[in-house]
C-alpha cells in the first residue's frame, strides 16, 4: 500500500491532531483555518510574503524546473521551440495548447494580422505623451486605453469574446509599440505591412522612413523571433500574477493587461535588461569587473541579470541567447559590452557568493546587448519583453478564467498595528517622532 497523501499536524497550542490532504504536493492553506487556539480563534494562516512559497493557481501553460534549468510551453522543450519554431506558432501553442496544423497556422496568422491596425483614435491618444515619455509607460497608459475602445471585452465568460481580444492584443501590441518608439523620436508612426512576418512588420513600423516598402534584414528578423519565443510565457512571474490578481475581479483583459505591463516595468522584472546595460557601461571595461563583482556581494547594488526566483540553475533562455547574440553580431558588428558580460558570468561563475546562492545568468543578462547591437534605446528593451509575453498573459488570463476553482483574489494579512485607540483632539496631540526608525514616519 502506497504512503498516505496527507499531513497530520499536531497544535502543540492545544494538544489537537490535524489531518489535512496533500494534493498534488501541495496542501490548500485554506484548510489550516480549522486549526484554531480557542473557540474565537478565527484559526491559522499562511504567512508568505512575495508568495515564494505559495501556488495560487493549476496551470498546464509553462512548465519550469528551476533546478535542473528546464522551461516548457505546453510540454514543448524551451530550445526545440527556440530552434524549430516561430513566435506566432509558439504564441497558438501557449494560447490553444497544442501545435497547429498548416491549415490553422494560416487562419491564426491571418487572424493576428487582421488586428494590427489601430484605430486612429488610438494614435490621437498617444500624440498627447510628452516627447520624453518612457515607452512602458505610454504602453501601460494605452494597453489600458482600449478597454475604452472594445468595450465588447468585458464578456470575458464568451468564448468568441476572449478569442477576439486575445487576436487583438497580440495583433496590436507591436503596433503600439513600435508607436511609442516613434513617438519618442518625432517620427510619424508607421502603418503596418500585412506582407511581413509577425517581427518583420514589428522592424517596419520602427524603421521605415520614405522607402515603399521596409525590407527586414531576415537575420535580425529571425532573431527577434527567437527572442519573442523566449519571452512568450514563464508561469507565475511577477506580471502574470498581478495579470491574475487584477483578472480576478473580472475586469476586461485590456485593463488586467495594462497591469501586467505595469508590473514589467520594475527594474527587478522586465526592466532588468534595461539596468543590466546601464551596469555594464557603467563598469566600462572587462579590467573593472573584479572591483564591481566585490561591490555587488558587499550588497551595495545588484548584478543586474544574475539571480532568479525559480532558477537556480543557468537560465535556459539565457543559454540560447547567448547564441543568437553572435548571429546578430554577424551582420551588426560586435557590441562591445559582451565583453564585460562574458567577464562578470566567468568571474561570478567562479565566486562562492554566486555560487552558494545559485546566482546564474536569468534571461536579460544577454538580451540588453542584442537589443543594443540591433539599434534599441535602452527604454525600449523592457517593451520588447511585453510584446511577445502578451501570448502568455493572453492564455492565463482564459485559464483564469475557465478555473471554476478561482475567485477574486483577496490575501489576508497580520495585522501588527495598534489595537483601539480613543481619537485625541489636535491640540492634545504629542508631537511626532520624526527620527526616520520611528513608527510615525512610515513614508
Ligand atoms: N546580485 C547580488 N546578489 C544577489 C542577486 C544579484 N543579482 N540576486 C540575489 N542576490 C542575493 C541576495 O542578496 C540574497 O543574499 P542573502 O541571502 O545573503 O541575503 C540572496 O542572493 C537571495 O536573494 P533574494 O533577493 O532573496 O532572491 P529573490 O528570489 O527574492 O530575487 C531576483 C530574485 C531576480 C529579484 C534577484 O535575484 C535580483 O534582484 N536579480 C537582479 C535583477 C534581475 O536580474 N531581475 C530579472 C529577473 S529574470 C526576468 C524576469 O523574470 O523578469
Request: a neutral charge; proline letters at 5%.
Amino acid at each position: 500500500m502506497g504512503a498516505k497523501e496527507s499531513l497530520t499536524i499536531t497544535d502543540n497550542r492545544t494538544g489537537k491532531q490535524y489531518e489535512i490532504p496533500i494534493e498534488n504536493g501541495t496542501i490548500r492553506t485554506a484548510d489550516l483555518k480549522k486549526i484554531k487556539a480557542s473557540p474565537e480563534d478565527g484559526g491559522l494562516v499562511g504567512y508568505d510574503p512575495a508568495l515564494t512559497n505559495t501556488a495560487t493557481c493549476k496551470s498546464r501553460i509553462t512548465y519550469i524546473d528551476g533546478d535542473a534549468g528546464i522551461l516548457r510551453y505546453r510540454g514543448y522543450p524551451i530550445e526545440e521551440l527556440a530552434e524549430k519554431s516561430t513566435y506566432l506558432e509558439t504564441a497558438y501553442l501557449i494560447v490553444k495548447g497544442e501545435l497547429p496544423d498548416g491549415k490553422h497556422l494560416k487562419a491564426w496568422q491571418n487572424n493576428i494580422i487582421a488586428h494590427t491596425m489601430v484605430h486612429e483614435n488610438i494614435k490621437r491618444f498617444m500624440d498627447g505623451f510628452r516627447y520624453d515619455a518612457h515607452p512602458m509607460g505610454i504602453l501601460v497608459g494605452t494597453i489600458g486605453a482600449l478597454s475604452t475602445f472594445y468595450t465588447d471585452a468585458k464578456d470575458i465568460f464568451d468564448l468568441e469574446s476572449r478569442r477576439l481580444q486575445t487576436r487583438r492584443l497580440i495583433g496590436k501590441m507591436p503596433t503600439i509599440a513600435a508607436a511609442a518608439y516613434r513617438h519618442s523620436r518625432g517620427l510619424p508612426y508607421v502603418y503596418p505591412d500585412n506582407n511581413l512576418s509577425y517581427t518583420g512588420n514589428f522592424l517596419s513600423m520602427l524603421h521605415k522612413m520614405t522607402e515603399l516598402v521596409y525590407k527586414p534584414d531576415p537575420v535580425l528578423e529571425r532573431a527577434l523571433d527567437v527572442l519573442f519565443i523566449l519571452h512568450a510565457d514563464h508561469e507565475q512571474n511577477c506580471s502574470t500574477n498581478a495579470l491574475r490578481s487584477v483578472a480576478s475581479s473580472q475586469v476586461d483583459p485590456y485593463s488586467a493587461v495594462a497591469a501586467a505591463v505595469a508590473a514589467l516595468y520594475g527594474p527587478l522584472h522586465g526592466g532588468a535588461n534595461e539596468a543590466v546595460i546601464r551596469m555594464l557601461m557603467e563598469i566600462g571595461s572587462a579590467d573593472r569587473v573584479p572591483a564591481y563583482i566585490d561591490k555587488f556581494k558587499k550588497g551595495e547594488g545588484r548584478l543586474m541579470g544574475f539571480g532568479h526566483r525559480v532558477y537556480k540553475n543557468y537560465d535556459p533562455r539565457a543559454k540560447i541567447i547567448k547564441r543568437v547574440a553572435d548571429e546578430v553580431f554577424g551582420v551588426t558588428g560586435k557590441n562591445p559590452l559582451i565583453d564585460i558580460a562574458l567577464e562578470l558570468e566567468r568571474i561570478a561563475l567562479q565566486d562562492d557568493y554566486f555560487v552558494s546562492r545559485k546566482l546564474y545568468p536569468n534571461v536579460d543578462f544577454y538580451s540588453g546587448i542584442i537589443y543594443q547591437a540591433m539599434g534599441f534605446p535602452l527604454t525600449m528593451f523592457p517593451v520588447l519583453f511585453a510584446i511577445p509575453r502578451t501570448a502568455g498573459w493572453m492564455a492565463q488570463w482564459a485559464e483564469l478564467v475557465r478555473d471554476s476553482e478561482q475567485k477574486i483574489t483577496r490575501p489576508r494579512q497580520v495585522y501588527i498595528g495598534e489595537q483601539v485607540r480613543d481619537y485625541i483632539p489636535i491640540e492634545k496631540r504629542p508631537e511626532p517622532d520624526m527620527r526616520e526608525d520611528s513608527v510615525s514616519v512610515e513614508i
